[in-house]
């Protein structure tokens, strides 16, 4: 058997193998490392920035600033809303070991109370947990002291100090510079809708009504910001680049503060309690706005009884709101611009100018007036004048004068709904007056379409006739009965009532500027001079229904008085106001102006369920008058700001 030859090794054969397996293993390499070289490139040459600036990002952050709000003056340079430095107590919960613990100690120490945790839990749920939440604000030195001593032992909590807004005058204002409060989660929806959220990053308070609501975009500011670079967790270790806040500017208003000092006086009474013998204040249901008519600048803005405004500043209280809500005399309300009432014969006199440029009637025309009218042709029950046994013989002169309801009842009946509807919107009646504030109503001027939407059926002629009058239907609110006396006394130039008169950048004033509505046009100038004169004899004429309360004045002036009806009388019910119910009483208005010839005020009222116009309206109007007029040396001292007039304060 033969035997089988070992094999000899090709070492030839296994280096060329080797050589082609370390040549493919040297090519995967250099492939490899050419990919990562590439990217390496890309990372960090090509893609540098991109990389940087998400590393700066978790490295840097912008942490806005918010600007101190602008102040707001009166006509004379009065400072009627400041920023007052607070102390707050606050609480890092990063910072505290048991959050609950601290609660528990708080209480005895500082008195914190159930409804300032629970607070203090809704808005830590909305803040981020290296950032500090307030738990009390407020503080009084004596708390900020207290603490300081006892802080060591609070780990997370501090005290923190901010400017927050503050009224001087209290109730005074209120319905005028309204107040700013905490952003809530609507201010929040509002602001992203309008862009404007990141402007308010830093910033708590926001305003809610009135001229601060109005022009918060003017008193808010620009908010600054500093760059500061953070730990992993969120800490701030130092400031890279701080870029301030542009402050908010400071506003001045067409309104004087005295005279709304003294205005308010005149709506409140003092008495002494017959038990406890005590000085009772009551304030009076009502309200007053004076205007210029020359520019129609609000002067004064009068809404009793009010609220003093500092409560929501820094967060009323669940009770505290309720008081306020439910409170019968509904202080939350501004009857200036909010109060609905019917204009009664307040609107006699623009009615006249209407009939007169229609050719209604004319400067001739004389009625009988027995005491009541009747829709010609009719047996429907007689609408029935103020003066029971009638005025005899009457023109449109004496109309004015005496107040004579039966002759503007005709007038109403021959100019129809139509024409008077669209003649009293001229003035103003049933619009927006364009005040400078949010809060104000439209009131309701009737028409034919309205009733048709509002109660599903026809205009009759009956609802006409107490249009006439300033009843029925028809309603207002003061601010358009003094908007359209102005109107009147300017022949038909419709201006809007304003708050605002300037602006100040930089110490300088610059005039706020406000357009004229369409005038009235087409209107003979007798025709405004027949009503305007019909108004003087109302003061001052022998049988003028407001002569007792001008009587002696020392300059000249015109107005028209007005009983708003609350309810209606039956046929035969005779009106008598001690048997009523104070709820009941007639509403009292007056609008007047004066000087005569060149009026610079027009003062309109309306007194709640006060009774006549003439009697309660008419004096309040002279006292007025009497204060703006004849300047007296200080009749009020207590009423007196000159002392308070600022000339550095606290942005």
């Known amino acids: ?39 390496l490139y890309h990372i960090q040459i090509r893609e540098h920035d991109d990389y940087q600036t998400r590393s700066n990002d978790n490295r840097i952050k912008i942490v806005p600033v918010a600007p101190n709000r602008g102040l707001i003056y009166d006509r004379n340079g009065v400072l009627l809303a400041e920023n007052q430095p607070v102390y707050s107590l ?75 807004r503050y009224y001087p005058y209290s109730d005074a204002l209120t319905h005028v510079l309204g107040y700013v409060a905490k952003i809530n989660d609507r201010d929040i929806d509002r602001l992203e809708r309008e862009n404007k959220i990141n ?86 249901r009502g309200s007053v706005v004076v205007l210029d008519p020359r520019d129609s600048s609000v002067l004064a803005m009068v809404s009793s009884p009010s609220y003093d405004p500092n409560l929501f500043v820094h967060g009323i209280s669940s009770k505290e709101y309720r008081k306020l809500l439910n409170d019968k005399n509904r202080p939350l309300v501004n009857r200036v611009t909010l109060g609905i009432y019917p204009p009664a014969s307040t609107v006699k006199p623009m009615i006249t100018v209407a009939a007169l440029t229609e050719g209604v009637i004319t400067p001739r025309t ?54 008077l509807s669209a003649w009293m919107s001229k003035f103003g009646f049933g619009e927006y007056t364009g005040i400078d504030i949010h809060e104000e109503s439209k ?30 239907y028809w309603t207002a609110t003061p601010l358009q009965i003094a908007k359209a006396t ?33 005038p009235i046009d087409n209107v003979d100038p007798k025709n405004w001079a027949i009503a305007k004169d019909g108004m003087y004899r109302v003061l001052f004429g022998k049988r003028g229904t407001a002569r007792r309360a001008f009587y002696g004045a020392q300059y000249k002036a015109g107005g028209k008085s007005g009983s708003a009806q609350v309810f209606g009388l039956a046929e035969d019910q005779e009106y008598n106001a001690d048997e009523l119910e104070e709820h009941l009483r007639d509403h009292a208005l007056f609008t007047a102006f004066a000087p005569y010839d ?15 116009g003439s009697s309660n309206g008419g004096p309040i109007a002279r006292k007025i008058f009497d204060h703006m007029l004849l300047k007296p040396a200080n009749p009020h001292p207590e009423t007196t700001v000159s002392d308070k007039k600022v000339t550095g304060a606290s942005r």
């Open 199 to 284: 402007n308010y990053k830093a910033t708590r308070d926001i305003g809610k009504l009135g001229v601060e609501k109005y022009y918060e975009d003017i008193l808010h500011g620009t908010s600054g910001y500093q760059e500061v670079e953070v730990n992993s967790r969120g800490r701030i270790i130092r400031t890279l680049k701080y870029v301030p806040p542009i402050p908010g500017q400071d506003i001045k208003l067409n309104i004087d503060i005295n005279l709304q000092l003294y205005i308010q006086s005149l709506l409140t009474e003092h008495k002494v309690d017959p038990v406890t013998g005590q000085d009772v204040i009551k304030h009076k």
């Open 366 to 419: 004389t009625r009988n007036d027995p005491g009541y009218w009747r829709i010609p042709n009719s047996n429907s029950r007689p609408f029935r004048d103020w003066l029971r046994w009638g005025h005899g013989k009457v023109d449109i002169h004496k109309a004015i004068e005496e107040s004579v309801d039966t002759f503007f009842y005709q007038i109403a009946y021959d100019m129809g709904i139509d024409r």
């Open 486 to 518: 102005t109107v009147l006394v300017n022949n038909g130039r419709v201006q809007a009532p304003h708050l605002l008169r300037d602006t100040i950048d930089n110490n300088i004033e610059i005039p706020a500027k406000f357009d004229d509505f369409p």
């Open 1 to 39: 058997m033969r035997q089988k030859r070992t094999q000899i090794r090709d070492h030839r054969a296994e280096s060329a193998l080797f050589f082609r397996r370390a040549l493919v293993s040297f090519i995967g390499i250099v492939i490899l490392v050419s990919i990562l070289l590439t990217n």
């Open 598 to 612: 060149k009026p610079t005020i027009v003062v309109s009222m309306v007194l709640e369920n006060a009774g006549g």
């Open 90 to 164: 606050e609480i890092t919960t990063e910072k505290v070991p048991d959050l609950d613990e601290t609660f528990a100690q708080l209480k005895n120490l500082m008195g914190i109370t159930d409804e300032q945790i629970a607070r203090f839990e809704r808005e830590r749920r909305r803040t981020r947990r290296f950032k500090s939440v307030p738990l009390l604000n407020q503080m009084t030195e004596e708390q900020v002291a207290l603490f300081s001593v006892n802080q060591h032992l609070y780990p997370g909590v501090e005290v923190k100090a901010y400017l927050k």
């Open 443 to 472: 009131a309701n001027m009737p028409t034919r379409e309205w009733k048709q939407a509002r109660f599903r059926k026809p205009w009759y002629q009956g609802d006409t006739i107490p249009v006439g009058i300033g009843q029925g």
